[in-house]
């Protein structure tokens, strides 16, 4: 029994290895992630953002 959104017509090395990952960093979006932290960042420095306490407690928010 196949679980909803299997390719099970398409069984190959690299089946579903995209949708398992949310995203795929190569050094360019590494590059641009990085330099969207580092903004990111700056700018709650300059307190040009509010975050909300939500953000601000959670485990992905690494401040």
Known sequence: ??????DSGEEGEH????????????PHT???FGKMNEDFDSML?????LLPVAV????????
């Open 15 to 26: 089946s579903g290895s995209l949708r398992s990952a949310p995203f795929l960093l190569t």
């Open 45 to 49: 420095q300059r307190n040009q953002i």
């Open 56 to 63: 601000r407690t959670s485990p992905l928010y690494h401040h």
């Open 30 to 32: 590494q590059a641009q």
């Open 1 to 6: 029994m196949t679980q909803p959104g299997d």
